[in-house]
C-alpha cells in the first residue's frame, strides 16, 4: 500500500509518498481501508518536531495522521468477523498511520458510519467535531449569549459558529481575510469581520451597539485572542482552545478582576478527564451530523501523495473548513 512517511523533523517538504507493508491488526484490533484522513493543525507541529500538547513526539521514521474513515477490510484474533465491510470512522489516538491506504486501530475506537454521511463528513467530525461539543459542554451557550468565535472560517469555528445559532445566540464571527469573513457569515454569523483589518474591534462594537460580547470562544490566541478578550463585557467569559497564531492568550488575574470575567481552558486535563472520555464526545459529534444539525465544513481535499501541499495550505492559513486527505 501507499502511505505518507516522515523520516526527519521539519518542513512539510519532509512528507513523503512511499510504498509499505499493508499493516496487519493485531489482538482486539481492526484494519481500514481509508477512504478519508484528516489533516490536523497539531500534525503540522509534530512534524516540525514540536510540542504539541498531549501528543509526545513519535520515534521516526513514522506515518502521520490520526483522523480515518472507511470500511473495515480484516479483523485481528477476537474482533468480531461481522465488522469487516462495515463504514467506520475512527481516531487513533496516541497512534498514529492515518495518512495511508490502511490502518489499523483498536475495536473500542470504532463508530459506524451513517449511510448518508459521506467519508470526509465523519472523519472532519471524529476530531475536530469532538473537540466542538467538549468545548460547547464547557461554554454551555444560552439564547442571551453574544458569542465571539474566532477562526471562524475553520473546520472549527464553522461548527461553533452552527452551535451558537442553535441555542439562539447572536455570533460575531472573526476570521482573517474578506472571504473568510464571508464563509463565516454563510455558516450563519450575526456579525462577520475581517481580523486582518486593525480596527476590526471597533467594526464589532458598531454592529453590536448597545450590547456586548458575553462569550470568546478562542482557538488563535495572540494578539487577536486579546482584541476579542478586549471585547467582553462585564461578566464574561472566555474559553480557550489553542493558539493557532503561535502564541496563547495573555491574560492576568488583573484583567478578570477588573471586569468579573471568568476563563476557562478547554483543551487538556478537562477534556480528556471528563465523564465519559472523549469516545462519548465522538459519539454526539457523529450524531449532530447525522441528524443534520451541524453540518462539518470540508473545505478542501487533496491526494494522499500531496499531504505535503495539504500541511502547507494550512500552515499559510490558505484553508477554509476542515482539510482532508483523499487515498
Known sequence: MHAIRQHAFGPAENLRYEEVPDPVPADDQ???AVEAAGVHLIDTSIRRGESAGPYPLPTLPMTPGREVAGRVDAVGPGVDGGWVGRRVVAHLGMASGGYAAKAVTTVTSLHEIPDHLSAEAAVAMIGTGRTAMGILEIADLTAKDVVLVTAAAGGLGSLLIQAARHVGADVVG????????EQARRQGATVAVDYLSVDWPDHVRAALGDRSVTVV???VGGDAGRAAFDLLGPGGRVV?????????LEITSGDLYARGLSATA????????????LHELETRAIEEAAAGRLVPLVGQTFPLADAAAAHTALETRATMGKVVLIP
Do not use: E
Open 30 to 32: 481492526v484494519r481500514i
Open 174 to 181: 472573526v476570521a482573517g481575510g474578506a472571504g473568510k469573513a
Open 217 to 219: 470562544l478562542d482557538g
Open 240 to 248: 480557550m482552545y489553542g493558539w493557532a497564531s503561535g502564541r496563547a
Open 266 to 277: 478547554a483543551l487538556g486535563p478537562r477534556m480528556l478527564q471528563r465523564p465519559g472520555g
